[in-house]
């Protein structure tokens, strides 16, 4: 079996071989300038004058992941200037911030694994958790600043999302809010708020022309929104071999995916069996998560899930009209087709 830093070096170039593969020059540019993010990446944590801190939040970071985030922010920079003074920090912060919000969220579902390895709060404990996503955040607050006060309400703006759609997934819908629109409120915050914050930076780091950040933002915000979507649905598809998480973790946790929602509410015949195992006050363990994963996996709301994905794909593809036909706009098309298809 590849050791876990294998497995994540092929999972990522899978993703660019697949999104990139018509556009070479611009491949290997970012193949290139990733290289620099990574190295600049344990640079940052190399910073801790805390041992402890160090090897804490380096032990998720080096275990690494497909790195999305700060891919985005270079592809936001090819809208301007690619090698712009800042692009680099940039896309480390926009992976300091996303890192950070990983520590929490495994917190909050009390995940064993990451990235194919334990958990920081397996590993250390929940404060230990919590902590190292702080310090991540407070990292990547310092390199905004270094950046200039252009930089620093963006970074700001994301973190407080990330804080609001996690309260928000915490508390519940209010009564009088349809559980739809809170799922997608909380999407919106947790996950489209970082890919448009990736390229949004990227673009104002590049120079890019005047309107190209606001075209970015809205194609992210819809990406996002459609990329979680696809998490739902690997939570319910993906072997944990591959996605090195656990399968079925939200559901184990009561996480109201948007399949689990879709399938509450289907209230058609022969569903009544989910229905019963998805109720919240269900207990969910065993046999009865086994038994409720099958049946999910079988049920139309995994094709109504995968359509409102499509249809968020759809806008954010639509959304990249306003922008110059590039190599970096055909590879932010070609990533909604990856994402429509993405196994892990």
């Known amino acids: ?8 070096k092929l999972r990522r170039r899978s993703i660019f071989t697949r999104v990139a593969a018509a556009e070479k020059e611009l491949e290997r540019r970012l193949s290139g300038n990733l290289e620099v ?27 690494g992941g497909k790195r999305l985030r700060p891919a985005l922010t270079l592809l936001g920079a090819e809208f301007g200037d690619p090698q712009a003074d800042g692009v680099v920090e940039a896309a480390v912060i926009s992976e300091l911030v996303h890192t950070a919000s990983l ?8 995940a064993l694994m990451r990235h ?12 230990v958790g919590v902590m190292a996503g702080n310090w991540l955040v407070a990292k990547a607050a310092q390199l905004s600043a270094r950046l200039g006060p252009e930089v620093v309400p963006l970074q700001a703006e994301a973190s407080s999302r990330l804080v609001s759609g996690q309260l928000k997934e915490m508390v519940g819908p209010r009564d009088s809010v349809d559980r739809l629109t809170h799922y997608f409120d909380v999407v919106s915050d947790k996950s489209a708020s970082l890919i448009a914050l990736s390229l949004r930076s990227g673009a104002l780091q590049g120079g890019a022309p005047a309107g190209t950040e606001d075209v970015l933002r809205t194609y992210g915000e ?22 090195g998480k656990e399968q079925g973790k939200d ?24 229905r019963a195992l998805l109720d919240p006050s ?30 968020r794909l759809a806008l954010a593809r639509g959304a990249l009209r ?3 036909n590039t190599p970096a706009l055909r590879v932010l098309d070609a990533l909604c087709e990856f994402v429509a298809t993405r196994r892990v």
């Open 1 to 8: 079996m590849p050791m876990p830093a294998l497995t994540t």
């Open 37 to 63: 993010v990574e190295q600049r990446l344990l640079d940052c944590l190399d910073e801790a004058k805390d041992p402890c801190v160090s090897e804490v939040v380096r032990h998720l970071v080096v275990a």
């Open 103 to 110: 520590c929490h969220d495994d917190v909050m579902d009390r």
């Open 116 to 127: 194919g390895v334990p958990s920081v709060n397996a590993r250390w404990g929940n404060p």
């Open 222 to 243: 819809h990406l996002g929104v459609a990329f979680q979507i696809s998490d739902d649905l690997l939570d319910v598809t993906s072997r944990s071999s591959l996605s």
């Open 251 to 274: 559901l184990a946790i009561g996480v109201a995916s948007l399949p689990v929602l879709l399938a509450r509410a289907d209230e058609r015949p022969g569903t009544a069996e989910l």
């Open 282 to 311: 269900a207990e969910l363990a065993g046999p009865a998560h086994e038994r409720a994963l099958a049946l999910l996996r079988e049920s139309p709301a995994m094709a109504e899930a995968a359509e409102m994905m499509d249809r």
């Open 322 to 324: 306003g922008l110059p």
